[in-house]
């Protein structure tokens, strides 16, 4: 190859930025491999709506046994383009970052493949609010979650926890809620917490808790008789859309 051939081709990797192409064909090439198997495939880009899915049910996409789906998924986990969450007796899957989802959209978009949305099957009043382990789930808590971040109440710690902003200390003693007295529980004191039917993070731990039980004090909401539903009021739904931005 001739000098200058060579040079541009380097160039053209990331974005402008000089790669050895040596060094790269390896992982590349093997990442590759991992995404081209078609089970594998279909199982990623199911993965691309943000929300995780139990090994079983990424069989079902992959049209393959629950026994390969495990050994596709240990491939892919193996790779990072894929990491598991345990909680209770499930494991979940989801994408390993925002790097895995990019290229896999950008293979996407090249092959110009629609992309199935995610169709929940839980019951309705069971998706929309319930308790979770002494916290809220369901679509109004994962809403509530990604509001706090994006009020900036909450910041990321890694490792799904979760610490308070001094905005966000401010703004909970509003709600008679004690963040102080969250942070000296024996437990999480924040952290995100896979919610089954979203198949995206709630708020959970200390503070989760003590989220729960002032929306129970000034009745936002109200604990089902005989299940793990959670109604909203009418002040309820008016407060989560006045203060929050969320439609209950």
């Not at 990424?58 to 026994?67: D, Q, R």
């Not at 092959?111 to 069971?126: H, I, S």
């Not at 003693?173 to 007295?181: G, P, R, T």
Request: glycine share 8%.
């Amino acid at each position: 190859m001739a000098p200058m051939m060579a040079l541009a081709w380097r160039a053209c990797f990331g974005y402008g930025k000089s790669m050895d192409v040596e060094e790269a064909d390896a992982p590349v090439s093997g990442i590759a491999a991992a995404i081209a198997e078609p089970a594998r495939t279909r199982m990623l880009c199911c993965l691309l709506d943000g929300r995780a899915r139990t090994g079983t049910e990424l069989a079902i996409v992959g049209g393959v046994s629950a026994s390969t789906a495990s050994a596709h998924l240990a491939k892919l986990a193996e790779r990072r383009l894929v990491k598991v969450t345990a909680q209770g007796r499930h494991r979940y899957y989801h994408l390993h970052d925002a790097n895995v989802a990019a290229a896999l959209e950008a293979l996407t978009v090249v092959a110009g493949a629609p992309r199935a949305q995610f169709a929940p099957r839980t019951p309705e009043r069971l998706r929309a609010a319930r308790t979770c382990y002494g916290h809220m789930a369901g679509a109004l808590a994962v809403a509530l979650h990604d509001r706090l971040l994006e009020m900036r109440w909450l910041a990321r710690k890694g490792d799904g926890d979760y610490d308070v902003t001094s905005k966000g200390a401010e703004a909970f003693s509003a709600f008679d809620l004690d963040v102080a007295a969250a942070r000296a529980a024996r437990r999480r004191f924040a952290c995100g917490c896979l919610d089954w039917s979203e198949r995206r993070p709630h708020l959970a731990g200390a503070l989760g808790a003590a989220l729960l039980a002032s929306a129970l004090r000034r009745g936002w909401v109200m604990r089902d008789l005989d299940s793990r539903v959670l109604g909203i009021s009418r002040n309820g739904r008016r407060a989560f859309r006045e203060r929050f931005g969320i439609e209950a």
